[in-house]
């Protein structure tokens, strides 16, 4: 996982300074890159953002993630982010995380991936929260109605 994560940042950073390269050049022939106004700048680095996260959530087999029904958003972010599989911190706690709604206490090493282990339960369950709220609203009723008890719907 580690060298997958640093081949991505080298084809980044060769892209990055390739395109960087382009500029200057640009600059050279006519108006100089630093005369750019400052939204024109941050514009070309979000379409060059944009570009490779969308290059690299095409490239990546995301069917290591399919067991745990996450939410087609989230499976998008972690492609974008290259994570192709989940960590064996992250593979032994989403499952009853996610799955059961149950908490879980893990240890691992730093680096091994417990943040998103944390985070991705949470996320789970606000996504499909938000997406009752919606079909709920479509449905002309708010969903918020007095027979659910607790904050989410539990006792």
């Avoid at 240890?107 to 998103?116: P, R």
């Amino acid at each position: 996982l580690e060298q997958f994560k640093g081949k991505k940042k080298e084809r980044k950073q060769k892209l990055y300074e390739k395109r960087l390269k382009q500029q200057q050049q640009q600059g050279e022939q006519g108006s100089k890159p630093d005369q750019q106004p400052p939204s024109s700048i941050k514009q070309q680095q979000q379409q060059h953002q944009d570009s490779s996260q969308t290059a690299a959530t095409a490239e990546i087999d995301m069917s290591a993630w399919a067991r745990f029904c996450l939410h087609p958003k989230l499976e998008a972010a972690l492609a974008a982010q290259g994570f192709s599989s989940p960590t064996p911190i992250q593979d032994a706690v989403l499952l009853p995380a996610i799955r059961d709604r149950r908490d879980v206490v893990g240890a691992a090493q730093t680096g091994s991936g417990k943040t998103l282990a944390f985070g991705l339960p949470i996320l789970q369950v606000l996504m499909q929260e938000q997406e009752l709220q919606h079909a709920a609203a479509a449905a002309g009723s708010s969903g918020l109605g007095g027979s659910r008890s607790g904050k989410h719907g539990g006792p």
